[in-house]
């Protein structure tokens, strides 16, 4: 069965930056693009932003431009995704996800646990 | 920015029929997918292009559009199925959640 596993929870200070890794099994890892979902405390999902792990090609969600790098290591189908110049607002449990690119693919129908990243001084 | 409307909360007594909306800008013409998220776990997507159920969800749950709306209904309500439910859709090259919906089973 599909399985995403990511890395464990990071308590990091702000400025500084942190990396969430996401292993994918059950399925060949390069057929699928990698997304990254973000959920603050109490609130809603926000999509960071996806990479293709077959030619590592990226895109981004238009706030996170800059701050946020998305990369893969096909021999470990792995998914990584950095996260810079952390603010006290970046702390959130952040998801990846199996996915596609456009809207007609059939939505994201694997998850992560989830990471908690806490940014505090 | 493409923005999707959700109702915060919606109640249903067990058993009952309950249905979640979901609004945006000409959402008629996007795929609309769903995702339920109890608390303390990833969300689970529920129907993806509009009506379709992933294998392993109930028929139960079901999706439909009209107009600028798309709704997820949820017939025979369990304890069970309470839970927060999110809409998503595709819009100029990203992907954009609604701000979700607290689903209570009285």
Redesign the interface.
């Known amino acids: 069965q599909v399985q995403l596993v990511q890395s464990g929870a990071e308590v990091k200070e702000p400025g500084a930056s942190v990396k969430v890794s996401c292993k994918a099994s059950g399925y060949t890892f390069t057929d699928s693009y990698i997304?990254w979902?973000r959920q603050a405390p109490g609130q809603?999902?926000?999509?960071m932003g996806?990479i293709n792990p077959n030619s590592g090609d990226t895109?981004y969600?238009?706030k996170l431009q800059g701050r946020v790098t998305m990369t893969r290591d096909t021999s470990i189908s792995t998914a990584s995704m950095e996260l810079s110049r952390l603010r006290s607002d970046d702390t959130a449990v952040y998801?990846c996800?199996r996915?596609g690119r456009?809207?007609?693919?059939?939505?994201?129908?694997s998850?992560?646990?989830?990471t908690l990243v806490t940014v505090s001084s | 920015s493409y923005e999707l409307t959700q109702p915060l909360s919606v109640s249903v007594a067990l058993g009952q029929t309950a249905r979640i909306t979901c609004g945006g800008n000409n959402i008629g013409t996007k795929n609309v997918h769903w995702y339920q998220q109890k608390p303390g776990q990833a969300p689970v997507l529920v129907i993806y292009r509009d009506s379709n159920r992933p294998s392993g969800i109930p028929e139960r749950f079901s999706g439909s559009k009209s107009g600028n709306t798309a709704t997820l209904t949820i017939s025979r309500a369990q304890a069970g199925d309470e839970a927060e439910f999110y809409c998503q859709v595709w819009d100029s090259s990203t992907w954009v959640f609604g701000g979700g919906t607290k689903l209570t089973v009285l």
């Not at chain 1, 809603?44 to 999509?47: C, F, I, K, M, V």
């Not at chain 1, 998850?111 to 989830?114: K, P």
């Open positions: 997304h979902v809603g999902l926000e999509w996806w895109k969600a238009q998801y996800a996915g456009y809207s007609s693919s059939p939505g994201f129908d998850w992560g646990q989830g």
